[in-house]
């Protein structure tokens, strides 16, 4: 989708604000829905919802690829991200699930991490390959057979499982994430353009406070709500949500500034823009199974650390990009990047579900989803608001537009740098033997209650 992105922009005239928007509407809606998807899952059966997520997704990606506008395609990206919440989190919870002993499970979510980056690899070349050739649409073609033997393949493959306590659904708790999120979305994307002392913009931060305030209180009064408060009561798990919030803020971003810098500073095509993200992508690919075995045999600290120096490091050789930078320097800050972010997400999901009665599975595991997805929404609105901020004038293919550009990104890089560095503090700081025993205290908590019934208290 991201290599996509400049061909989109230019058939439907876009800015930059609609460039995000095509982006962070599935985002948004994926993020707001994922614990309500995860808490069904456990409770009708996570292979019956998985199986509804990849039919209403498939269906969702022919509609986008039909869409006669910029604002049908932003409605129908919606409408696939329905099914998408009902996805990750639950196929997550199914391998939870079915491998059971530590060291297994560990080197089986190695081993879905590893397929996850070998979908970042062949995403961005099959995605240049069909804007090449067919144009954008066919980045959303290319879902429908894929979506269509998942169905079968779950059929044939998957087991059932659900958890054995019945959880009711906290439609409130559910309307306060939308609106903390979609506010506060509004108010990065927009800002630049409508100006940050803008009504409109003061009125979404508002409203977005008050959301999380009245959240943070509705919550702890719930005997089922949709996030469990003693879940945080973990270290591990607490620092995996916010180490997912902070590494996938910095994914999303690289990708939405890296994909515009090859193709309208750099003017390569979208296959050679995403033979570019490649390295990346391998390594990826390759780190994750690694990640997994690290994990089995050593624990989540040093993946994560490895993750954290990677993505910093990557952060700092972006803010001497140029528009004539040599070919092998934008190659090596894509192998660098990847280096980064294949370590980080098995730790993520370990630490998210180690610990957690198995009843909990699917609750915990969309937690960490959710905050991936936050966190993806996050970098798309804010390296897009740094970008609109900082850039004068429309982007311009080739050297003309090139100075302007790196100008207009180095701050994003340097958010970047950042958020590896806060990945790598994090990792000391939640994942010490200190951390470990929260997460055995925890999860007596919640599974004692769980067995008596008992309400929810506040942390």
């Known amino acids: 989708m991201n290599v996509a992105l400049p061909a989109i922009g230019r058939d439907f005239r876009a800015p930059v604000s609609g460039l995000q928007w095509t982006i962070d509407a599935y985002l948004l809606v994926i993020a707001s829905l994922l614990m309500l998807s995860g808490a069904t899952a456990d409770r009708v059966g996570r ?3 998985f199986q509804a997520g990849i039919a ?3 269906v969702g990606s022919l509609a986008c690829s039909l869409a006669p506008t910029l604002g049908t395609l932003i409605a129908f990206r919606a409408l696939q991200a329905v099914g998408g919440s009902m996805l990750n989190p639950v196929a997550m919870a199914i391998v939870t699930n079915t491998f059971t002993e530590p060291g297994e499970r560990a080197r089986a979510i ?3 991490g590893s397929v996850f980056g070998l979908s970042i690899a062949l995403g961005p070349v099959v995605g240049g390959a069909l804007v090449d050739s067919v144009g954008w649409r066919g980045v959303f073609w290319m879902n429908i057979p894929v979506g269509l033997a998942a169905l079968v393949l779950t059929a044939l493959f998957v087991p059932e499982s659900r958890a054995g306590k019945y959880r009711r659904p906290d439609t409130f708790g559910q309307i306060l994430i939308m609106i903390l999120l979609v506010t506060v979305s509004y108010a990065i994307i927009e800002g630049p353009r409508y100006g940050w002392a803008a009504p409109r913009i003061l009125l979404c931060f508002a409203a977005a406070a008050a959301a999380l305030a009245a959240f943070l209180a509705w919550e702890p009064r719930r005997a089922d709500p949709l996030v ?6 973990s270290m591990p798990f607490s620092g995996a949500a916010l180490t997912a919030v902070t590494g996938l803020c910095a994914f999303a971003g690289f990708l939405f500034l890296i994909t515009l810098y090859l193709q ?3 003017g390569y095509r979208p296959l050679t823009a995403g033979l570019f993200l490649l390295p990346m ?3 990826m690919a390759c780190s994750a199974p690694l990640a997994g075995r ?10 994560l650390l490895i993750s954290g120096a990677g993505i910093a490091a990557a952060g700092v050789l972006l803010t001497f990009l140029t528009g004539s930078s040599p070919v092998w320097y934008v190659l090596l800050c894509s192998l660098v990047y990847g280096i980064g972010q294949g370590w980080l997400n098995a730790p993520i999901t370990n630490n998210a579900v180690s ?3 198995r009843s909990q599975a699917g609750v915990a595991s969309s937690i960490a989803s959710t905050s991936r997805q936050v966190g993806s929404a996050l970098g798309v609105a804010i390296m897009g608001s740094v970008l609109a901020a900082n850039l004068h004038g429309p982007l311009t293919a080739g050297a003309a537009g090139a100075p302007g550009f790196t100008a207009a990104t180095r701050p994003g890089w340097w958010i970047i740098a950042g958020a590896g560095a806060a990945v790598f503090a994090l990792a000391l700081a939640t994942t010490g033997r200190t951390a470990t025993a929260t997460a055995a205290r925890a999860a007596s908590l919640i599974a004692s209650a769980e067995a008596d019934k008992l309400p929810v208290r506040a942390a």
Not at 228 to 233: A, G, L, Q, T
Not at 294 to 303: D, S
């Open 110 to 112: 190695g081993m879905w």
């Open 228 to 233: 469990d408060p003693r879940f945080f009561r």
């Open 56 to 58: 209403i997704f498939t």
């Open 264 to 266: 309208d500073v750099r």
């Open 355 to 357: 610990g957690m009665p």
């Open 47 to 49: 292979r019956r919802v």
């Open 281 to 283: 992508a391998v390594v």
């Open 294 to 303: 690290v994990i089995a045999r050593r624990g989540t600290r040093i993946p």
